[in-house]
């Protein structure tokens, strides 16, 4: 075989290249010199939450001299994602970043780059298969209980509401949905969920028709909750041009300065987020230990959020980082950029 840098690194990692660069009398800077790549694939570009995102990533990349880059589908499809991932690995990268739109599309692109010694790390994939790591920066319970007691807090704890997610296949949009549901039932018994929930919180559009089509369906609605971005803003602008504000509680995560005059104005009641940019920056640095053959350790921190509990069992990575979206702190994410 020929010894190159890559088939060198690829094959005992970094740490030890330095050594085995020496014994194979090739210079010790020719091991040390190699750039990890990671390539990023998103579930839809274009869209505020992924923009901030790709912000993180390109300032944690040159702060870790990493070749790190976001790819954006073009929709929330499983498909785009399968074939940026293809692609990704006739590139031969170091690591390949993913946050899902369907996770069992997902597993045997995973598979294939796997088998091609590319390392696999996720977000907002715990029910992702094969991956090496997965990284949250909260927990599916502590996330999906913190939703519904606002929405209940908004609904004076009865009523009837509808549920919207990124899609009816995207892995954690589901299990905090789940986890709201679930809590509603047993702590608030007078809220009903009617309906199935809607696979449309990724699509401004999808979710602005929807909204309209359930406040026709169900004209004593009194909440919304919806985890995916752009839900709460395609609900906000229903709610906000037929002056249901005041009747009907929205709640859910979303880009700060794209839901920024939705909260300041009453229609959108609040939420909480992970900071995006901040998982960007998380997606970067994890690479760049995962490309030189370290492994994640429980307690250590990672940038923006601190230490971290690391459980091998489930290949995750848990941190618990939320801001609230709410009147008093939205101005100051916005300005962020976020």
Known sequence: MKLTRRTLLNTVGAGAAVAMAASF??????AQDKVPQAGIVVKIGGIPWFNAMDVGIKKEAKAENVDAWMVGPTQADAAQQVR???????????????????????????????????????HEGPQLKGNDWDFELTTIEEYGRAHMDLLAKEMGGKGKYIVYVGSLTVPLHNAWADAAIAYQKEKYPEMEMVGDRFGVAESLDE????????????????GILTFGSQGPIGAARVLDDRGKAKSVALVGGFSPGQGLKYVMNGTIRGGYIWNPMTAGQVFV????????????TDGMELVGVGPVKVYPDKRLIQAQKLEALDKANIQRLADMGL
């Open 84 to 122: 940026a991932m293809e692609d990704l690995i006739a590139r031969k990268v170091d690591v390949i970043g993913i946050v899902p739109n369907d996770a069992a599309a997902l597993e045997p692109v995973i598979a294939r780059a796997k088998a091609a010694g590319i390392k696999v790390l996720a």
């Open 285 to 296: 640095q994890l690479s760049k230990m995962l490309a030189e053959g370290k492994e994640p």
């Open 25 to 30: 009398g090739l210079p010790v800077a020719f």
């Open 207 to 222: 979710s602005i028709k929807t909204t309209q089509d359930q406040l026709r369906a169900h004209p004593d609605l009194t």
